[in-house]
């Protein structure tokens, strides 16, 4: 079962924040976040392992909490460059190596 | 650039016929991954591979199968193409253990 993402879409003006859930039902080994534009192949953005773990990437950041196994990507003081689908990429305890990615959140910065 | 490569990166065919798509690394990394991507869906996992002749199904394998006999290259084929295959499809390596995953530039395929 796909994680599951949320929010659909989100649009945003220069400057501001945005934050972005991956939730699954399974008990995960990790995390991944990846970005991608148009057109273009999905890009790494950061992977989480434990849990509370925190990793950031510019004004980029995620958490992780293992617990409730959901995962937020945090976009402080969007730009431009920001502007993309959002994946989240799922490992679980009992399929390591196999991933599952979310349906994707697209993100778009409006100067 | 992590060295991935996929050929082709367009192809139209028909209904019924074979399709091969192949992704050459030269990274020499163990693992390697198919996806296909579809709207409302992301990325979802076809195939993988986690070294020469070690393969697995993933959640969408269905009327595929792929093929690893040599570590640089991993081939997805479609034995019978069918519309609902009509899809961009993405390989992606990693070294294994907790590693990013790089992704090729996509294949995409038309089947009319």
């Known amino acids: 079962q796909q994680p599951v993402q949320s929010p659909q879409a989100v649009i945003l003006r220069e400057g501001e924040d945005a934050v972005i859930n991956c939730s699954s039902s399974?008990?995960?080994?990790?995390v991944h976040w990846y970005r991608q534009k148009h057109g273009e192949a999905p890009v790494f953005l950061m992977i989480l392992l434990k849990g509370g773990e925190q990793k950031g990437h510019d004004k980029i950041s995620a958490s992780f909490n293992e617990k409730k196994q959901q995962s937020s990507l945090y976009l402080t003081a969007s730009q431009l460059s920001y502007s993309g689908t959002y994946f989240c990429g799922t490992e679980s305890r009992d399929s390591w190596g196999k991933f599952q990615f979310g349906a994707g959140t697209q993100v778009v910065v409006t100067p | 650039d992590a060295g991935i490569t996929q050929s082709p990166r367009h192809k139209v065919t028909e209904t019924g016929t074979p399709v091969t798509l192949r992704c050459h690394q030269t990274e020499n990394h163990r693992y390697m991954y198919w996806y296909r991507q579809d709207p409302g869906h992301g990325l979802r996992l076809i195939h993988y591979s986690y070294g020469v002749k070690d393969t697995d199904k993933g959640e969408v394998s269905d009327g595929y199968s792929v093929s690893r006999s040599k570590t640089e290259d991993f081939l997805l084929t479609l034995e019978s193409a069918t519309s609902s295959q009509t899809s961009v499809y993405f390989c992606a390596i990693t070294p294994g253990g907790p590693s990013e995953q790089y992704f090729g530039p996509g294949t995409r395929l038309t089947v009319t």
């Open positions: 399974k008990a995960l080994y990790s």
